[in-house]
């Protein structure tokens, strides 16, 4: 397959593509496509963005002297270019840490793919991602402010579509990380490391939701205080 092949395959045969993927490991195009995908959101955002507005969001509970400093020092630019390195460092180091996890989980539970054929499984499991990103272009399109949360970019999160909690209060950032394309990825990666293990839906399931559930049950205990 190629990589289109594979991205559709993903969607409605993910079986075969994860087949594919364990007897050709490949990750350049899903890794540059989210990374691009997502680096462009981000200079969309902060282009569009009335500035004022989401520094005095961003800074609303601080003391007046260290909210006129961190005003001053975060213009339009800053705040740009800091967020566009971020995704271009954060993304890569993404897939490379998850596939370290698969690595040493494999090797474990006696998996016998290498960490380039996981590097792979993180990046095209990832891809469900860019759900959020087209989701979130709509909403640049058709809004008719510019006093947009970068909650915008995260348009399927449970925050954006239950909780509403604004900016910086207790909770917001943990329900912004909880989103449908992060089911998504879970149940990509549950088909995969079955189909790469030969074993049981639980095992893949174990496999797959522990290190979900120890990082989210641990930033929920203090993410609300």
């Keep these: 397959m190629n990589n289109i092949d594979l991205t559709v395959a993903l969607a409605t045969a993910p079986s075969s593509a994860f087949a594919e993927l364990r007897q050709r490991p490949k990750f350049w195009f899903p890794l540059v496509l989210l990374t691009v995908v997502i680096t462009g959101m981000t200079v969309w955002y ?7 507005w ?7 509970n601080m ?9 001053g020092f975060m213009t339009r630019t800053t705040l740009l270019w800091s ?12 897939m490379a840490v998850a596939a370290l996890y698969w690595f040493v989980a494999g090797k474990i539970t006696k998996l016998t793919p290498g960490y380039v054929h996981w590097f792979a499984f993180s990046c095209w499991t990832a891809l469900p991602m860019l759900i959020s990103s087209i ?14 949360a970068p909650g915008v970019l995260q348009p399927l999160s449970l925050n954006e579509l239950i909780f509403h909690r604004p900016l910086g209060t207790p909770g917001q950032a943990f329900l912004e990380s909880l989103n449908i394309p992060s089911v ?12 790469w293990s030969q074993r049981t839906w639980l095992f893949s399931a174990i496999f797959v939701m522990l290190p979900w559930v120890l990082f989210y ?7 609300f205080k």
Excluded: R
């Design 63 to 71: 003391p007046a002297e260290q909210k006129a400093a961190a005003s």
């Design 184 to 195: 998504l990825i879970c149940l990509l990666s549950i088909i995969g490391v079955h189909v």
């Design 135 to 148: 989701v979130g272009a709509i909403f640049l399109l058709i809004s008719d402010t510019t006093q947009l």
């Design 46 to 52: 902060y282009n569009v963005v009335d500035i004022e």
């Design 83 to 94: 967020s566009v390195v971020g995704t271009l460092i954060v993304i890569p180091a993404m």
């Design 217 to 223: 049950g641990i930033w929920s205990l203090f993410a």
């Design 54 to 60: 989401l520094k005095e969001a961003l800074f609303a």
